[in-house]
């Protein structure tokens, strides 16, 4: 286990709300960073319910971290109780990473950056291609905007709530926009020109659990990308069953993490230590 310094009387407090958020490996890649960077640091979780969102912000500015991060289901909740949303905050109409400059609450959106950097890693051009999300809640709408950067020209939005989906499908720009229901996905029309399969939802944790993707009717190329980390699960078993690349949310994880310490911070996080300090957590 990496070493920890001390806490002193001048330590600056980070942390992260959700719920549950026991789960959460950011303690651990974040207080490593500090560490290995000898800051006088150290990231909390902060177990906050939804009926509390809004004394938790306030609650940032009152005891004055330095800042938040901000996970499952409260992305958006926290949203009116901020000061200030980057203009990516905005567009996104998720926060996950809360800075307090001086009492001022600014909402950001580093997820973003966090999957875009997966699609890098994974060498995947979107340019003028179909990418396919499934869900539409805080994380979905975090890859939409990712893949709209990308360039894509398509996206089709698969969820449970339909009504869901079609709100988020409009908040997108530029590319044609398609909203299927969670059992479409079986059909393999809808999945024939689709070079990126992405699932935001929790779904898959217990076998069997998923809906049938028909993933062998997609480009040979096609990526899958299940946002969970760490786990075998049913999306990622289907996705290398129909022999396609596949992966999980470890680079987003660690990119997001690593974009919100440079904006507490002010410094480069150092990416190798927090990368291995979550390989380590992977099983545990
Ligand atoms: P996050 O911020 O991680 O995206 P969220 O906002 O709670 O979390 O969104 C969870 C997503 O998982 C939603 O798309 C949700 O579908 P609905 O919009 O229909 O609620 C989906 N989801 C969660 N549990 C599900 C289940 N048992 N079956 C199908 N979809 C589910």
Redesign the pocket.
């Known amino acids: 286990m990496p070493r920890h310094l001390p806490v002193t009387g001048s330590t600056r407090v980070v942390g992260i709300i959700g719920d549950p958020i026991a789960h959460s490996r950011s303690p651990a890649m974040h207080n490593a960073a500090f560490a290995a960077l000898g800051l006088d640091w150290v990231y909390v979780p902060l177990p906050v319910r939804a009926a509390d969102v809004g004394a938790a912000v306030a609650a940032v500015r009152a005891l004055s971290l330095a800042g938040i991060n901000v996970t499952?289901?409260h992305?958006?909740a926290v949203l009116p109780h901020l000061d200030k949303l980057t203009p990516l905050a905005r567009r996104v109409g998720?926060v996950n990473t809360i800075i307090n400059r001086d009492g001022r609450l600014i909402g950001d959106n580093t997820d973003v950056h966090g999957f875009a950097m997966t699609l890098r890693q994974q060498r995947l051009r979107l340019r003028g291609r179909t990418a396919l999300v499934i869900?539409?809640?805080?994380?979905?709408r975090a890859v939409l905007a990712a893949v709209s950067d990308a360039g894509v020209s398509r996206i089709i939005i698969a969820?449970?709530?339909a009504a869901?989906?079609a709100t988020l499908a409009r908040r997108v720009r530029g590319p044609r926009r398609q909203v299927v229901s969670?059992a479409a996905l079986a059909d393999p029309a809808v999945l024939a020109d689709v070079a990126l399969v992405v699932n935001?939802?929790?779904?898959g944790l217990h076998a069997g659990d998923f809906p049938k993707i028909a993933a062998a009717a997609t480009p040979i190329s096609c990526l899958f990308v299940d946002l969970l980390y760490g786990r075998d699960t049913a999306f990622l078993r289907m996705a290398r069953s129909a022999r396609r690349r596949a992966c999980d949310g470890g680079e987003m994880l660690l990119h997001q993490g690593a974009r919100a310490f440079t904006l507490w911070t002010g410094r480069r996080a150092p990416l190798s230590v927090m990368r291995t300090v979550l390989r380590s957590q992977k099983n545990g």
Do not use: I, Y
């Not at 935001?200 to 779904?203: A, E, I, Q, V």
């Open positions: 499952v289901p992305k958006e998720a869900g539409a809640g805080g994380a979905a969820n449970r709530t869901r989906a969670l935001t939802t929790s779904l």
